[in-house]
């Protein structure tokens, strides 16, 4: 089940597009039912080891420009350490609910992110001036949210890089990609000092993700990958509602009294 986890999200990635974090998260916690804490760390690492076999590609293409990219990580890398440090805190209090909330609300707007670009494929206009500079400022709560949730680099990521530069879709792809490489290797790396993750899954799944991305690479041409992305990008809005509505549920558990405690209360009396 863990190989074929790890091959199912590699080849969905191949085929959509759509960004590791935000998939294999959800895969974990319904199917494998991993506690939101490790399934977290683990789909963040995952995430890291996929960007490692995708970005040499961009880079060899020269499809990577470094000086956006300087600008991302000035605010990206110090984001992904606060918001890597806040997970940790959270998570060791045991509060599912602000969890639940975080990964619900990124994945809902991911989702939503890529149904809106499906039925308005039309380009977002470019700004009249280059505002790169202004990106580091973008980046660092971004870069905190990936930290937090493991997801949503690859979609809040193209949004800032179509409405703020002037770079082609090929280097908005590259950039973007790259930034999401950094910053998930430094999140997975403080993560797992808090060794809340599951290293034998994590294993498993880059063995299957290896052959996933292959075989989704070969078999890319012939299938109708616009069709499937809008597909899961309509499941994955379902499955961040499902989150939200279990971050309520979690808020309504904590707030409800303990009913031992009244009752010890009376006999004390």
């Not at 990124?106 to 149904?115: D, K, N, P, R, Y």
């Not at 009294?257 to 009376?266: D, E, I, T, V």
Request: proline content about 4%; hydrophobic content about 50%; overall charge positive.
């Amino acid at each position: 089940m863990d190989f074929a986890i790890g091959f199912v999200i590699a080849v969905v990635i191949a085929l959509t597009g759509v960004g590791a974090g935000v998939i294999t998260a959800p895969l974990l916690i319904l199917f494998l039912h991993i506690p939101v804490g490790i399934a977290v760390t683990t789909a963040l690492a995952y995430s890291a080891i996929v960007k490692l076999i995708v970005v040499p590609v961009q880079v060899v293409r020269r499809q990577v420009n470094y000086r956006v990219l300087g600008f991302m990580l000035i605010g990206g890398l110090p984001g992904v350490i606060v918001g890597s440090i806040w997970f940790k805190h959270v998570s060791a209090k045991g509060s599912c609910s602000l969890l639940y909330l975080v990964l619900g609300g990124v994945i809902l707007f991911a989702s939503g992110w890529h149904i809106f670009s499906h039925f308005h494929p039309v380009g977002i206009a470019r700004p009249p001036r280059d505002r790169s500079k202004l990106i580091g400022a973008i980046m660092f709560p971004i870069g905190a949210e990936v930290g937090f949730s493991s997801s949503g680099a690859g979609a809040l990521g193209t949004v800032t890089l179509l409405s703020m530069t002037n770079l082609t879709a090929t280097q908005v792809v590259g950039t973007d990609l790259t930034f999401g490489l950094a910053i998930t290797v430094v999140g997975t790396g403080i993560h797992i000092l808090g060794g809340q993750y599951a290293q034998a899954l994590l294993v498993k799944m880059a063995i299957g993700g290896i052959a996933g991305g292959i075989f989704g690479t070969v078999i890319a041409p012939k299938i109708p990958n616009r069709t499937l992305r809008l597909v899961l990008s309509f499941w994955l809005a379902i499955v961040g509602l499902q989150f939200c509505y279990q971050s309520m549920s979690c808020s309504a558990e904590h707030a409800a009294p303990a009913p031992h405690a009244s009752s010890q209360g009376k006999q004390s009396q």
